[in-house]
């Protein structure tokens, strides 16, 4: 039987435009260095914006859901109030897991 790792797990912050809310060029550059430190930190896997929908995703590595929690609401998008956020636990089926003991 598998047993989820913490090395499986990722966390998705997905962020929603609040309609009405400006995005500024000194907003857009503080979440871009927020972005860029949780990079240097290895904490950031992928990022970037949706197509066709106000809003992006992030997916970053953290120790726990309240780590996770806690950069989702450090975001400056979060903190400015014109963004909100979604937080979800995602398991990994990968080769390095066996695709979660199934493969």
């Known amino acids: 039987m598998y047993v989820t790792n913490a090395e499986d ?8 435009k609040v309609p009405g809310k ?3 060029e000194e ?10 430190q949780l990079d240097g ?6 990022c970037g914006p949706f197509i066709g929908y106000r809003g992006g995703m992030v997916i970053i ?4 859901f309240e780590e996770a929690k806690q950069i989702a609401e450090a975001d400056p ?23 979660m003991g199934m493969g």
């Open 77 to 99: 998008y979060v903190q400015a109030g014109v963004e909100t956020y979604e937080l979800r636990t995602w398991e990994l089926s990968c080769e390095a897991n066996n695709h």
């Open 27 to 36: 907003l857009i550059r503080a979440h871009v260095q927020h972005l860029k």
């Open 9 to 16: 797990l990722r966390y998705v912050i997905l962020l929603s």
């Open 61 to 64: 590595k953290a120790t726990s």
């Open 22 to 24: 400006e995005m500024t």
């Open 41 to 46: 930190q290895g904490k950031l896997e992928l």
